[in-house]
């Protein structure tokens, strides 16, 4: 089954085709006790073949790491791995990321950590 592309956005990477779209997923309340609730925004890439499905939180200012949740079955960094802490990285937080930062976090996915 084929993955719609109605309203996403495409990115290649080595030769593999990607969507990828950005939303608010849900709203949280913040410990520190303020009423208004805080809406997290996700950075949602999958595969054309739909093997690789990860949810990236975009870091808030302050925050010392993010949050990624992979879906798929194709994760090459940690096989097996449902959700792994990710590094902060210049222009991580920007509320609309780049084609450019998309192939950047999937190259990040793909790599063998050990090198």
Known sequence: MAVSKKGNRKVKF?????????????EVVPDQGFV??????????????????VH?????????????NIEGGQFPREPGARQVEVPRWKHDSKRFPTADFVRRLIGWCFEDPST
Do not use: C, M, Q
């Open 14 to 26: 080595k030769g593999r085709e990607f969507i990828w779209y950005v939303n608010d997923v849900k």
């Open 56 to 68: 990236y939180r975009i870091p808030k200012p302050g925050d010392e790491f993010t949050i990624l």
């Open 36 to 53: 208004e609730p805080v809406a997290e925004r996700f950075l949602h890439i999958i595969a054309s073949n739909k093997k690789f499905i």
